[in-house]
């Protein structure tokens, strides 16, 4: 969790989804795989960090949707924000359609400063 000292209103946060592109879903699916990704970072936020909920709701919940090639690259993503403190989580399908269960379909990263995620997604292709 950020210090008080990186909290604040004044601050630029955002929630950023990123999306396996190898498995290639509709438009339909990736917006409900994103959608699943904001509703747990929203819980994740809440139960743990919720000053940091307060500064990203009060600054417009602002959420980027983007992509990468293969899970190799989303596990990579992921230690890279761990290591430097962003919050993740994995949205694993249930299999009902287009995928088999249990495959992860997308990461989430965050809410956390724009300063502390653009690093690690900044370079990455919008859904």
């Known amino acids: 969790m950020p210090s008080d000292r990186r909290r604040g209103a004044a601050a630029d946060w955002k929630a950023v989804v990123v999306v396996r592109g190898e498995l290639r879903l509709t438009a339909g699916?990736?917006?409900?795989?994103?959608?699943?990704?904001?509703?747990?970072?929203?819980?994740?936020?809440?139960?743990?960090?919720?000053?940091?909920?307060?500064?990203?709701?009060?600054?417009?919940?602002?959420?980027?949707?983007?992509?990468?090639?293969?899970?190799?690259?989303?596990?990579?993503?992921?230690?890279?924000?761990?290591?430097h403190g962003v919050p993740t989580v994995w949205v694993e399908d249930a299999g009902l359609t287009e995928v088999a269960p249990g495959t992860r379909t997308c990461l989430g990263l965050g809410p956390a400063r724009s300063d502390d995620i653009d690093p690690i997604t900044g370079s990455l292709d919008l859904l």
């Open 29 to 83: 699916k990736a917006a409900v795989q994103v959608a699943h990704a904001a509703v747990l970072l929203y819980q994740r936020a809440e139960a743990r960090s919720p000053a940091v909920l307060e500064d990203w709701l009060r600054g417009g919940q602002k959420k980027i949707a983007l992509i990468v090639p293969t899970l190799a690259d989303l596990e990579s993503l992921e230690r890279a924000a761990r290591s």
